[in-house]
Every structure is written in C-alpha cells, then in structure tokens.
C-alpha cells in the first residue's frame, strides 16, 4: 500500500466524479494525507458521525483487517472510505459489490488515477459498470477491466483476487511498476491477461499458469526475470496467444512452449535467454528456441523474433 503522492494531490480538486456526501469530500482527505506526511494519518474531524460508523462495519462486514490506525493515510483506509462515503446507496449493496468497488477502488489509489487519461465515474455514485474502462456482463458483474495507456503508475494490488467474475485484464503500455501478484492465479475465469510495455518485475508467479480458460498473456517489454514457468505447458488446449518478448528471463522451457498446440501468434522478440539453464548468457541458441519442435504449432500465424540475441539455422519445419 502506498500513501498519496504530490503528484497526485495536484489535481485532486479538479476531478469532477470524487465522492462529496454531507459535505466530507475524499478528496479533501487525500489532501490532508498528503499535508500530514509525516505523521501519515488524517484528522479524523473530517468523517461525519454516519461516515464513522458505515467505515467501522465495513471492516466487519467484509473482513478486512484494520490498518495501525483506521485514520492511516493508506490506500486500503482510502478505499474503504469511498465506500462508507456513498451513503445513497451504501445500505443496498450486497457484500460481493462492496468487494468489488473496495478493489477497484485499490486500482485507482494504488496506480495513481488522479493522472489517468480516462477516469469518467471513477471513485462516482455510479454503478462500477459505468466507470471508464469497466464492462460488465448481463448480470452487471464486473468481467473486464480496459486501462491500456492510460497513465496507471504504481504496483498493482494484490486485492485484485478479489474479482472472481474477471475475464480479461489488459492494462498494457503504462508505467506499472513491480511483480504480478500471485493472488491473480485465484481469478479461474480469466481468458486473457496483457501486460505489455510496463515497468514490471521479478519472476512470473506460477499461480497464473494454473488458470485453464487462459487464451492469450502478453509480458512484452518489461523487465520479467527467472525461469518462465513450465506450467505454462497446462494452457495448451486454450493459449493462442503469447508474447514473452523484451525481458530478462534466463530460461524459456521450449519443449512446453512447442506443446502449445493452439498458439497462433508466438513472440519473444529481444529475448537474451540461456536455454541451457545458467542465466546471464548474451545469446540464445536458435536451434533451442526455433527447434523442429516449432512445427507442432500447425495454427501458427506469427512467430516474432525481432531483436532476439540469437545463432544458428533456421528450422526446416518453418517452411521458409
């Protein structure tokens, strides 16, 4: 969790969808975080009697574990405040949509959505359907979350488990920073999950290969490290799509890659693996990453290699 920046508290007061209930306006305790940065908390004069007691049954109604102080600036304490600020509505919501708002509200605190590009609803009484970059099913559950280039900026939170209705996230060409949250591998619905042109880091968590309705991962231009998991071999009767490119891994398992049998588009551009199992090398084998074994891949389309460190022959079984 991660207290409010200066870059956030700029345009806070300009953001036209914050909640203002009674008179107590979350953005002004945003700003009282950001001026008490040294004790890290915000005077809790600021919460009416009513605002008070909806935040004290939302750590009980949805179990969640107070922070060192329920007045700590931290983006979980901010979240939950969204929620005990929507008063209209408060008393209607069933536990399962407090949930989802509470996490979505994370996304916002935790990847600087003052700053975003498309905010339309966001952190708003308005049902979570509305709010840019949202959609949702027939049954008004949250499926899909659409953020590409759009500014987020920060770690993505864990809580984003949470969502057992997701079906796709695609938050591509931002500036998220950190490892992917191994709670994502609790999200059994998820078809696809798109990454690219972050800031991310560490080693791909396990958990997101056990996912069996996974149909295309995009990791592209990051800064990904470790062994790609060779669970990702599990995902070969619903993967078409797998973008490993422009990332440190120090070994890519080519014989579960080749059992992908469904891939149509494959890329690891400007990948510098070591096939053989030691890190660090400056080249990869050609014949390791491009082996016969590329022509069990009878679906393939797009195979992209651009800027890989690579030697060696091109395999017959490419036809070219």
Request: aromatic letters at 8%; glycine letters at 8%.
């Amino acid at each position: 969790e991660t207290k409010p920046t200066a870059t956030t508290i700029t345009t806070t007061t300009t953001h036209p969808s914050v909640l203002n209930t009674n008179g107590v306006k979350i953005q002004d305790i945003i700003e009282t975080c950001f001026q008490n940065t040294q004790t890290g908390v915000f005077d809790p004069d600021l919460l009416t009697e009513g605002v008070q007691v909806r935040l004290d049954s939302l750590y009980t109604d949805l179990k969640i574990a107070y922070s060192s102080s329920p007045y700590e600036c931290s983006t979980k304490n901010l979240s939950l405040l969204f929620l005990a600020l929507d008063s209209a509505e408060f008393m209607s919501y069933t536990p399962s949509r407090l949930i989802v708002r509470y996490v979505l509200a994370m996304v916002y605190f935790d990847l600087d959505g003052i700053s975003w590009t498309r905010s339309g609803y966001w952190l708003s009484g308005e049902h979570e359907c509305k709010w840019a970059g949202v959609d949702c099913n027939a049954k008004n559950e949250v499926t899909d979350l659409y953020l590409n280039g759009n500014k987020l900026d920060g770690d993505l939170p864990t809580q984003i488990g949470l969502i057992p209705t997701l079906r796709n996230i695609h938050l591509s060409s931002n500036r998220i920073t950190g490892k992917i949250p191994t709670e994502i591998g609790k999200l059994a619905a998820l078809e696809s999950f798109m990454v690219g042109g972050n800031r991310m880091t560490g080693s791909l968590p396990v958990e997101l290969f056990g996912l069996t309705k996974l149909q295309v991962l995009d990791f592209d231009g990051n800064s990904f490290t470790g062994n790609l998991p060779k669970e990702v071999g599990k995902l070969s009767d619903t993967l078409h799509t797998l973008a490993l490119g422009n990332n440190m891994f120090s070994q890519l398992p080519t014989e579960e890659i080749f059992s992908l049998t469904n891939l149509i588009n494959l890329d690891f551009s400007g990948i510098i693996a070591d096939n053989t199992g030691s890190s660090g090398s400056s080249s990869s084998s050609l014949s390791s990453l491009l082996s016969p074994m590329v022509g069990r891949l009878s679906h393939l389309k797009t195979l992209t290699a651009r800027g890989a460190s690579l030697s060696g022959g091109i395999p017959p079984s490419l036809g070219l």
